[in-house]
Nanobody, 124 residues
C-alpha cells in the first residue's frame, strides 16, 4: 500500500499563510489527480480542493479565493497554498491521490492513496 507524505502544517496566526505539500514515494511516477481534505474534531472529513487529471481545480465554498491547489508531476507532489487563514480552517489536512502513473510508459491508473495527515492550527 502506497502512503503519501504530507508536510507543511503547523501553528499560524489568523491572516497568515501556509503551504502544504503531499509527496508520493518513488514507486509512483506521477500524481495526476487528487485532492486535499480536512477534518476538525467532531466533524466529517470534507473536500477542500481537488485537481483533475486534466488540470481543472475545484474548491470548497469556504476556501474559494483563499486556497490554491497545484501539482508538480516531476516532483510527484501536490501542493495546497493557503492564504488569509482563519481560525475555522483549523483541522487535520489529508492528501489523497486517485489517479497516478506508475511509470512513464504506462497509462493512468485509478487508485486511492492517502497520507496520515498534517495538523493546521490557526490562532486568533
Amino acid at each position: 500500500q502506497v502512503q503519501l507524505v504530507e508536510s507543511g502544517g503547523g501553528l499560524v496566526q489568523a491572516g497568515g499563510s501556509l503551504r502544504l505539500s503531499c509527496k508520493a514515494p518513488p514507486s509512483i511516477f506521477s500524481i495526476n489527480a487528487g485532492g486535499w481534505y480536512r477534518q476538525a474534531p467532531g466533524n466529517e472529513r470534507e473536500l477542500v480542493a481537488r485537481i483533475t487529471s486534466s488540470g481543472i481545480t475545484n474548491y470548497a465554498e469556504s476556501v474559494e479565493g483563499r486556497f490554491t491547489i497545484s501539482r508538480d508531476k516531476g516532483e510527484r507532489t501536490v501542493y495546497l497554498q493557503m492564504n488569509s487563514l482563519k481560525p475555522e480552517d483549523t483541522a487535520v489536512y489529508y492528501c489523497n491521490a486517485d489517479k497516478v502513473k506508475y511509470d512513464p510508459f504506462d497509462g493512468i491508473r485509478d487508485v486511492n492513496y492517502w497520507g496520515k495527515g498534517t495538523l493546521v492550527t490557526i490562532s486568533s
